[in-house]
């Protein structure tokens, strides 16, 4: 086995989810295939990640799914987006409305901010410190 390739996360809608992720995340649309039973199969990832993980948009088809849209790490960060510019990053995606929930940090690993996706999930911003020799 040589990655992970997809990470499910429960929406609950699958355009507005698109809009966050492609528009204030600056990730790409991969896929967006009609299933032809009222589903869609929808994958989104960060630009320029071709061999990274995505994200596959699934939208809550029931009650227990809906209730999970946002609580899906029970309030811890779940999400790690690693960044080349943390700096212009950030000020990127506060331009576009994401909701960070500190002032960015600067610890031993890395700069980094969390913030609050559309649903309330939680994500580290992060650019990891070079590696020491």
């Not at 600067?106 to 901010?113: F, I, K």
């Given at each position: 086995m040589s990655h992970i390739a997809l990470v499910t996360l429960v929406v609950r809608d699958h355009d507005e989810a698109v809009a966050f992720y492609r528009d204030a995340l600056g990730f790409e649309l991969v896929e967006d295939t009609d299933?032809?039973?009222g589903s869609r199969w929808v994958v989104v990832r960060p630009r320029g990640a071709a061999d990274?993980?995505?994200l596959l948009l699934a939208r809550a088809k029931d009650g227990a799914q809906e209730a999970s849209v946002g609580a899906q790490t029970g309030g811890r960060v779940g999400f790690f987006l690693h960044t080349e510019d943390f700096t212009a990053d950030h000020a990127r995606m506060s331009a576009a409305g994401v909701r960070f929930l500190e002032e960015p940090r600067?610890?031993?690993?890395?700069?980094?901010?969390v913030f609050e996706d559309l649903y309330g999930n939680r994500w580290d911003l992060l650019q990891p410190a070079p590696a020491r020799s």
């Open positions: 299933r032809g039973d990274g993980t995505g600067h610890e031993t690993y890395g700069s980094v901010a």
